[in-house]
């Protein structure tokens, strides 16, 4: 059905490819520290050759009421509902920033517990909600 | 349908065809827009900035199917020598860049009041701004080597390696943490976003294809033409 030179050419290219992924998929599985944006704190938890003189990100969720407000500095937990890290941060903060909503912190680990954040982000999910239906969601929660 | 496609028959398609194409999608994006800037309410957390969604979400989408097609297309222009094929995939190089680029820079927009940062080195952001750059190799490759045998040789090995990529970019935000949120619209599940904007979202999607196959065509038209003058010796 196919010619000769059509066969060659197909199984030339099918080879090549699979050793690409195959290449491409080791690479990735290899940089996979360098490629997660940030740890959670369960990760940190986990981790055993931590540097603490290295930047890192955590990323979690803002703990309920775990907000405290100070001038220019805020003190916070980010959790990820089975560890928790206590984060201390001095700047200004995303307005996204609130608390059960999504945040990456990045600056230096004190201790495995305590974290001194340079910058913080705030993450959005994936949820997309006018306010009126939000608060119809909320009261339905409740 | 397809046999349109064919050299003698993408020459068929006249002014005609294309003011027609032109009027449909100014009139889909007008009403995305008006839909989309005025009609949908603002976002319960992001506020306005959920706006640009609009335009981000299927300029990324257009830009991610352009390179795939170009990818599979130069798969087969390579395995089966189809003359035409070469000159389809290279006419739908312009458009997935441009709507990668707008991806990039929309994203930036929206990335600063929301997150607070401008850019962030997570794996959805970097896998996207990897495919500008193989955007941008393709097509230079194309301006560059005169010699048009090396030219869809080098052409069709940058799209093909740069498929890899595509599942890279779709899958990065769950297979890793990423700055970037996980897709809100997915094939087995309901969607994430509430009517009121998925509709506009939807018509812009619609809208922006349309453009999308009218540069297409017309660039694959050029491409004939150029071909057919060449032929004859006066290009």
Known sequence: MLSKKVKTRLVFLS??????????????????????????????????????????????????????????SIKFTI??????IFVSYEGSIPNLFSEGKGVVAEGRLQDKKYFLADSIMAKHDENYNPLEVKQILKGNKN | MFNRLFPNKILSLNNKFFIHLI???????????????????????????????????PASFISISCYAFMGLISILSIVFKIKILPFVAKSIAPVGFVFALVSIFSGSLWGKPTWGVW?????????????????????????????????????????????????IIKYSVDWWNTLHQTSSITLNSAPTIHYTMLIPLLIMFF???????IVILMKYKIEILKLKLKKNKIY
């Open chain 2, 119 to 167: 850019w962030a080195w997570d794996a959805r952001l970097t896998s996207m701004l990897i495919l500008n750059l193989l955007y941008i190799f393709y097509i230079l490759s194309w301006k560059l080597i005169k010699e048009f045998e090396n030219a869809n040789k080098v052409s069709s090995f940058i799209a093909i390696i740069g498929l890899l990529n595509i599942p």
């Open chain 2, 23 to 57: 009027f449909l999608m100014i009139c889909v994006i007008g009403v995305g827009l008006i839909y989309a800037l005025l009609i949908s309410p603002p976002d319960s957390v992001q506020g306005n900035s959920v706006r640009i969604m609009y335009i981000h979400v």
């Open chain 1, 15 to 72: 080879i090549s490819l699979l050793f690409a992924v195959l290449l491409t998929f080791f690479t990735l599985k290899t940089l996979k520290n360098n490629i997660v944006y940030f740890l959670s704190p369960t990760d940190i938890y986990n981790k055993n050759d931590l540097n603490f003189n290295k930047k890192v990100r955590i990323g979690g969720l803002v703990k309920e009421g775990s907000v405290i407000n100070k001038n220019t």
């Open chain 2, 207 to 213: 809208g922006l294809i349309i453009y999308s196959l």
């Open chain 1, 79 to 84: 959790t990820d509902l089975k560890n928790e």
